[in-house]
């Protein structure tokens, strides 16, 4: 007899199809989740189809545009705001404690996925990019050996691959992950925290710009002040000044700054 997947386990794996859908874009901005359309191409009933809505819903995937549709986010400039806040504030210390605590075996482990993200670049192998870089930042954040610091960036971890995973500038990413692999192995927090900062304000910038456009605009769909929406395709022009993360220099106490060209999956 055939082996009965629990229905927990439907749901996870529903849940984490439909995530990764979006995540690479094909279920785009806008898109509508059909309970028995995806029930009938999954092959299981719509219960657990239901359920793995709600729970993308909660992880601000997609919303009820009414109560009857629901819909793949857009995203705004606001919501990427929020979330590389978030991301500077937790990861930047991160790295510094990264520093302090790292091991011969973290360090050789994070070289390991390094040679790794340079051969998925090579191939521009964009999955296998996302998911490297994404480990790669997990190690550094694991090496900080603080949990808690850990599982306050897990809930928007996966929103974080959505905004950059359409970012396609897989050289530069490459650079700058060697660069605070370097400062991580020096053993300088302070250095650790400088290079880590100025990597996520030039993520920042440049998710903005493959979002909406090389500028923020007052029209277009984006706006300066953080309500426009991304629609999947580059918008926007005019003299809106793009946004910015944070106020002042992107220099820390290490004197690292962030670069001006683009870059990728954080």
Known sequence: ???I???GAVRERVLAN???????????PGDRL?????????????????????????EGFVHFETPRRTVVRRLTANDVREL????EALEVYAAGLAAARATPEDLAEV????????AATEAGDAEAITDINSRLHDRIMAMAGNDLLTASLEPVAGRLRWMTR???????????HR????????????????????????????????????????????????????????????????????????????????????????
């Not at 059909?34 to 993308?56: K, M, T, Y």
């Not at 070289?111 to 340079?118: F, G, I, K, N, P």
């Not at 650790?192 to 440049?206: D, G, I, K, Q």
């Open 84 to 87: 590389f806040e978030l991301r």
């Open 5 to 7: 997947e629990p229905l």
């Open 34 to 58: 059909v309970e028995r359309e995806l029930a009938d191409r999954f092959g299981v009933s719509r219960v657990p189809v239901r359920e793995a809505i709600r729970a993308l819903v909660g």
């Open 166 to 176: 359409r970012n396609e500038e897989w050289p530069q990413l490459l650079v700058e």
């Open 179 to 266: 660069e605070l692999y370097e400062a991580i192995a020096s053993g300088d927090p302070a250095r650790a925290r400088a290079h880590a900062l100025a990597h996520v304000r030039t993520n920042f910038r440049s998710t903005v710009r493959h979002l909406f456009g090389t500028e923020l605009t007052g029209d277009g769909g984006t706006t300066a002040d953080g309500h426009g929406e991304a629609t999947g395709s580059a918008t926007g022009s005019g003299d809106g000044e793009a946004t910015k993360l944070g106020d002042g220099d992107p220099r820390d106490e290490g004197g690292a700054r962030a670069k001006p060209g683009p870059e990728g999956q954080a």
């Open 1 to 3: 007899m055939a082996k």
């Open 18 to 28: 439909l995530r990764q859908e979006i995540i690479a874009g094909r279920l785009r």
């Open 111 to 118: 070289r390991e996925l390094l040679d790794l993200a340079s």
